[in-house]
């Protein structure tokens, strides 16, 4: 079984501070990904990454950044948060390529900015 | 890049009817089609998919559609049972190698007992 954990469950910080936002996959997967969850809004990506410390750009990358030190690990981080950043933070995870599609998330992390 | 469009928002069904929700995308390029489905407070599951050799798929209740010349997709859910009250997404990917997808806005559908 595929097992996709972030850090938190629920976090809440202030406006300006740094937040770290952290996801682990046990399963080797190449690619993670780090969406963003918003009422009528969908999942937007944010940033992904298809090797270790290899990152890409996702949608919506302003504001945010990633490092990818490890290969089951993948990093949020908002270097200033702002209150437009509230919101449900979920990662996922994929084998890689011709290894199948299917996207493996995490239990997501809702972040409140005050 | 790509844009899914995904409708209707929300949708309420009597339960046993049928439940259609529709997507289309914008990239004819686009050669993989997922269905997420996320229930209340829980982390979004693939319930079925469809690539772009294939024109219909199905998976017991679930059945997916693809229209190619036209760009866009449809889940379908026959004999809804209250189990299916969730929201569902639709996805598109243009880029196979790193399965980099881009999801519709999602269907919150509500199963009336």
């Known amino acids: 079984d595929v097992k996709v954990t972030q850090s938190s469950r629920y976090l809440v910080k202030r406006t300006g501070e740094k937040v770290f936002l952290e996801c682990v996959q046990d399963?080797?997967?190449?690619?993670m990904f780090w969406y963003r969850q918003d009422p009528g809004l969908g999942l937007r990506l944010i940033y992904f990454?298809?090797?270790?410390?290899?990152?890409e750009k996702g949608d919506i990358p302003e504001g945010y950044s990633v490092s990818r030190e490890k290969k089951e690990r993948f990093s949020l981080i908002l270097e200033s948060a702002s209150t437009n950043q509230t919101s449900m933070y979920l990662c996922?995870?994929?084998?890689?390529?011709?290894?199948?599609?299917?996207?493996?998330f995490g239990p997501g992390t809702r972040l409140t900015v005050l | 890049g790509e844009n899914v469009e995904q409708h209707p928002s929300t949708l309420s069904v009597q339960e046993g009817d049928s439940a259609v929700i529709k997507c289309t995308y914008s990239?004819?390029?686009?050669?993989?089609f997922p269905w997420y489905k996320q229930e209340l407070g829980k982390r979004p599951q693939l319930i079925i998919d469809?690539?772009?050799?294939?024109g219909e798929k199905k998976d017991q209740r679930i059945a997916v559609t693809l229209n190619k010349t036209a760009k866009h997709f449809s889940l379908h859910i026959t004999e809804t049972q209250p189990e299916d009250s969730a929201v569902y997404f639709c996805?598109?990917?243009?880029?196979?190698?790193?399965?980099?997808?881009?999801f519709g806005t999602g269907t919150r559908l509500t199963i009336i007992p």
């Open positions: 996922a995870s994929t084998p890689g390529p011709s290894s199948g599609n299917e996207q493996f």
């Open positions: 399963m080797d997967h190449e690619n």
């Open positions: 990454s298809y090797d270790v410390k290899m990152k």
């Open positions: 990239d004819s390029a686009s050669n993989y």
């Open positions: 469809i690539r772009s050799n294939v």
């Open positions: 996805a598109a990917s243009i880029d196979f190698g790193n399965e980099k997808l881009t």
